[in-house]
């Protein structure tokens, strides 16, 4: 069984920044994607962005530009850069891995929670 574990979400006002880690209880190396994905109260949970095992990486539109996700495969964590934070990045964030070495099979983390105030 994968377990990830998130951390680093809290409260920050608009304009600031926060880095949130996704650390996985198996190596990560052959992990073919992993992402984080977020889901604000009232609203589905939407993808934010995601990185390859060669690390290349891609961004939802929203977060383009402001957020940066990287993975240190050797402490088996992807992270999660968040800069020039918004009220309406304001929800649970959520680490999510699949492919590669985990096959077709799907794990998510338990989420960390972001608020933004304005």
């Known amino acids: 069984q994968v377990q990830l574990v998130e951390s680093g979400g809290g409260l920050v006002q608009a304009g600031g920044s926060l880095k949130l880690a996704c650390e996985a209880s198996?190596?990560?190396?052959?992990?073919?994607?992993m992402a984080w994905y977020r889901q604000a109260p009232g609203k589905q949970r939407e993808w934010v962005a995601g990185?390859?095992?060669?690390?290349?990486?891609n961004y939802a539109d929203p977060v383009k530009g402001r957020f940066i996700i990287s993975r240190d495969n050797p402490k088996n964590t992807v992270y999660l850069q968040m800069n020039s934070l918004k009220p309406e990045d304001t929800a649970v964030y959520y680490c999510?891995?699949?492919?590669?070495?985990?096959?077709?099979?799907?794990?998510w983390g338990q989420g960390t929670q972001v608020t933004v105030s304005s």
């Open positions: 999510y891995a699949r492919g590669g070495s985990l096959s077709t099979v799907a794990y």
């Open positions: 198996v190596s990560i190396t052959g992990i073919n994607t």
């Open positions: 990185i390859t095992s060669r690390g290349m990486t």
